[in-house]
């Protein structure tokens, strides 16, 4: 196709009308009276399904969503299996660093990874339902596009994707009930959602949602010797959530596909005085932790699972940057927790507005400085993820 012929008919595609009936997609083309005769739409109606694929994946994302409110076939075609493989491997939009904040439940600001600044953008979860527009939703966790809010006062978690906005809601499996963890899992069919609940007994119980079949399934059987880290969501890894227990410190992980709770035998390092968990996504699994006495932390160090058997140090928190990261928790522990985003290392604090990093392609540190259009008075409750906007993630 010639490239003057190919631009005149993608700008044809960018504004259709949406008729009643069903033609064909490009017979579209002929009831407008401007076209040029060499868009004979006795031949572009019969244009090859490959090569209207091909048209279609040199528009912007917005004329795409546009276009699937001009026939059922386009929107089958945009959402068909073959158009996603081949245009979706390279997401067209940037990554973001998302945070929540219980005095701003129904906006989140928004941090650019891509481009290094902050964007004035504001992703709202009350145009998506009326009842998370009517009382607090907190935001519990995010995977793969898909955000994860708790809406106690309709007993439902809200599953949404943004960039769609779509959304599913998902009833507590009962009521009254109370959980810890909650972890967003994305599958390669789906996702999952899995949480803790101890209840008035000392053991606790796992509650996993398959969204494949909408349905929630209980496992028993597992004290509840992991809650003690209250904000640190399980890290997926190899089909499994792994968290780290308390002192004596441990790893333990959950098998999603059986239910089975398993205790590592890998040994941790010595005169650890915390202990993180972060997945890459890609097949590493890394370990967070500070190193000192009583208690207290000196140091801060960052090791990598090599063959599964073996925590081989990867590198050390320059001293400044580890003072400052001291004093900001103030050794309460308990408020730190850790994620992958796009190639970094985020440890988060809940009590603190910024964000340490660790980028893994340049082996270095650095600070991400607090979110301008926080107000100083807000000290407690910053819960930061890595919000990647993904078209085809669905609820």
Request: net charge positive; with cysteine.
């Amino acid at each position: 196709m010639k490239g003057k012929d190919r631009s005149k008919l993608t700008n044809s595609l960018r504004s259709p009308t949406k008729t009643d009936g069903e033609p064909s997609c490009l017979s579209i083309m002929s009831q407008s009276p401007a076209i040029s005769p060499k868009m004979d739409p006795g031949i572009w109606s019969r244009l090859p399904e490959e090569l209207l694929e091909h048209v279609l994946s040199f528009l912007p994302l917005k004329a795409l969503l546009n276009l699937r409110s001009t026939c059922k076939h386009f929107r089958s075609l945009i959402f068909s299996p073959s158009f996603v493989s081949k245009h979706s491997s390279s997401p067209p939009f940037s990554s973001f660093l998302l945070l929540s904040h219980p005095q701003c439940y129904r906006h989140f600001p928004l941090y650019d990874s891509a481009l290094g600044c902050w964007r004035n953008l504001a992703p709202s979860v009350s145009s998506l339902l009326p009842c998370a527009a009517a009382a607090p939703a907190s935001l519990l966790s995010a995977s793969n596009g898909l955000l994860c809010f708790s809406l106690p006062s309709s007993t439902s978690f809200l599953v949404c994707n943004l960039l769609v906005k779509s959304s599913r809601l998902i009833r507590f499996p009962s009521f009254p009930f109370s959980f810890d963890l909650l972890s967003l899992v994305s599958t390669p069919v789906g996702y999952n959602i899995f949480m803790l609940c101890s209840g008035s007994s000392s053991i606790s119980s796992a509650f996993v949602y398959d969204s494949k079949v909408h349905s929630w399934q209980k496992f028993e059987g597992f004290e509840p010797i992991i809650n003690e880290n209250y904000h640190q969501e399980g890290v997926y890894f190899g089909g499994c959530l792994y968290f780290t227990t308390p002192e004596p410190f441990s790893t333990v992980c959950f098998d999603l596909g059986n239910g089975k709770w398993q205790r590592s035998a890998t040994e941790l390092p010595s005169d650890l005085t915390f202990v993180r968990l972060v997945s890459d996504g890609e097949g590493k699994l890394y370990l967070i932790g500070g190193i000192g006495r009583n208690g207290i932390s000196r140091s801060m160090k960052l090791w990598e699972l090599v063959e599964g058997r073996k925590w081989v140090e990867v590198e050390r928190l320059p001293e400044m940057m580890c003072r400052k990261f001291m004093s900001v928790c103030y050794h309460n522990y308990e408020h730190v927790y850790c994620f992958w985003h796009q190639g970094m290392i985020c440890i988060c604090c809940y009590t603190w507005p910024e964000i340490l990093y660790y980028r893994s392609s340049r082996r270095t540190w650095h600070w991400l400085p607090k979110c301008p259009s926080i107000p100083d008075k807000w000290s407690c409750g910053f819960r930061w993820f890595s919000f990647i906007p993904e078209l085809y993630a669905s609820v």
